[in-house]
């Protein structure tokens, strides 16, 4: 079985300030790690996913993430988020095998102030 | 090119009625996924077609709940004897066939309200 945790219900911001947010994952398998962000009223887009290799991620609209496997980690990161990166961002994590479900945690909402 | 497609995008409906929620996956993409998301949380896994058939129907709360994919494109999840506790936006996804490294890619949705 596989579980995520984000640790962060909810992230207030300034407008170009950096952003974090946290995701931790349990899995007695290997897994893919995903962040999907979910703006208002509508579905899931794909921000970036961790498969294998290099450990550091980079994204759509400048966003990355690093896998970190000791401490279970894949934590997503910003450095200067703009007024449209207000939303909720979900980490995921699917098994190796084809048509592995995905596994999500229970969401971050972004709020971006200017 | 399109993406997946839902309908309705909202319905509202009577406790004890029956729905049917539908999903049109984007073109070639042979995995179907959908998705249960209540408020305030991440959305949950219902059941996965692989082709026509159910391949994983795992995640499906109670037999009130049934999906089907008869020609391997278009997929209805079924609710009958609908409970205040099924509204949720419900979440279509569709990916490629191959290993579980294809992203899925989700549609807008379909907010279900049981009055």
């Known amino acids: 079985a596989q579980s995520v945790t984000q640790l962060d219900s909810q992230v207030p911001v300034f407008e170009e300030a950096p952003v974090e947010l946290r995701c931790n994952y349990s899995?007695?398998?290997?897994?893919?790690l995903f962040w999907y962000v979910q703006y208002p009223n509508q579905g899931l887009q794909l921000l970036l996913k961790?498969?294998?290799?290099?450990?550091l991620v980079k994204g759509i609209n400048g966003f990355e993430a690093e896998f970190n496997k000791s401490q279970t980690s894949f934590h997503l990161r910003k450095p200067s988020v703009h007024i449209s990166d207000t939303a909720e961002y979900f980490c995921a994590v699917s098994g190796l095998s084809a048509g592995n479900k995905l596994t999500f945690g229970g969401g971050t909402r972004v709020l971006v102030k200017p | 090119g399109a993406g997946v497609s839902q309908t309705p995008s909202n319905k509202v409906t009577e406790k004890g009625k029956y729905v049917e929620l539908r999903c049109d996956p984007i073109s070639g993409h042979t995995a179907l996924y959908w998705y249960r998301q209540s408020l305030g949380q991440g959305p949950e896994f219902l059941i996965y077609?692989?082709?026509?058939?159910?391949?994983?129907d795992s995640g499906l709360p109670n037999d009130r709940f049934f999906a089907v994919r008869p020609e391997g494109s278009v997929s209805t999840l079924k609710i009958q004897r609908t409970e205040r506790g099924d509204s949720a936006v419900y979440l279509c996804?569709?990916?490629?066939?191959?290993?579980?490294?294809?992203?899925?890619?989700f549609g807008d949705g379909t907010r279900l309200s049981i009055l």
């Open positions: 077609f692989q082709g026509t058939g159910a391949a994983d």
């Open positions: 996804a569709s990916s490629r066939p191959d290993r579980g490294n294809q992203p899925q890619h």
């Open positions: 961790y498969l294998s290799g290099s450990t």
């Open positions: 899995s007695s398998v290997s897994v893919y």
